[in-house]
């Protein structure tokens, strides 16, 4: 039996740095239409456009109602990574697979994220549908965690993002976790 305090929408953070496949991960799995607050990039970040408070989108997944935000990637946002992980269930570190360049900011934002709020997180590494791409594997020995909390995913595949977040959800829903 589910308790009642799962009963309420769950709560997931989608993170990690610019490019990393965040709002594309967003829009790939949300049902409802994608609340997005993009504004014109005041930086040269290699894009246009980029998150400045949130992605939201919501989705029904292994019968409970998920509510998915995705963080800025930015730091000057950082404070946005602590108010989103307030009450989460969840987070999802995303680092794109061919963006090794980023992956110490990647565990920067996870560090800051973690030491202020401690929770459940895996990490989810993009593009694996590329070539030239890192694997979860060496994304773990790089990130010093143990290869399940690691896994791959192509962000913009439904299916590839849904089993992401079926597997966060396994382990934040575990009785160990
Ligand atoms: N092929 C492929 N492209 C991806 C993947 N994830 C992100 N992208 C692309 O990478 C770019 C940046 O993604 P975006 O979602 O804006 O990154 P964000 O800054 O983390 O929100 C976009 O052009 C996406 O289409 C992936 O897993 N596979
Ligand atoms: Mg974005």
């Not at 800025?72 to 570190?93: K, T, Y």
């Not at 593009?127 to 995913?153: I, K, M």
């Amino acid at each position: 039996m589910i308790p009642d305090s799962l009963q309420a929408p769950l709560k997931l953070v989608i993170s990690g740095p610019v490019g990393a496949g965040k709002t594309t991960f967003v829009q790939s799995l949300s049902e409802t239409p994608v609340i997005a607050t993009e504004a014109e990039a005041s930086e040269d970040i290699g894009k246009q456009y980029t998150t400045v408070a949130f992605d939201f989108g919501t989705l029904e997944l292994a019968g409970h109602t998920i509510h998915l935000y995705g963080t800025p990637g930015q730091d000057r946002f950082d404070f946005m990574w602590e108010v989103l992980c307030e009450g989460a269930l969840g987070l999802a570190l995303l680092v794109s697979g061919q963006a090794p360049q980023d992956f110490l900011h990647a565990r920067n934002i996870l560090e800051f994220i973690t030491s202020r709020i401690p929770v459940p997180f895996i990490v989810g590494v993009t593009r694996q549908d590329c070539e030239n791409v890192w694997s979860p594997a060496d994304v773990a020995a790089y990130f010093d965690l143990p290869e399940e909390q690691v896994v791959g995913v192509n962000a913009s595949d439904p299916d590839s993002a849904r089993d992401l977040l079926g597997h966060l959800l396994s382990l934040t829903l575990s009785p160990t976790a």
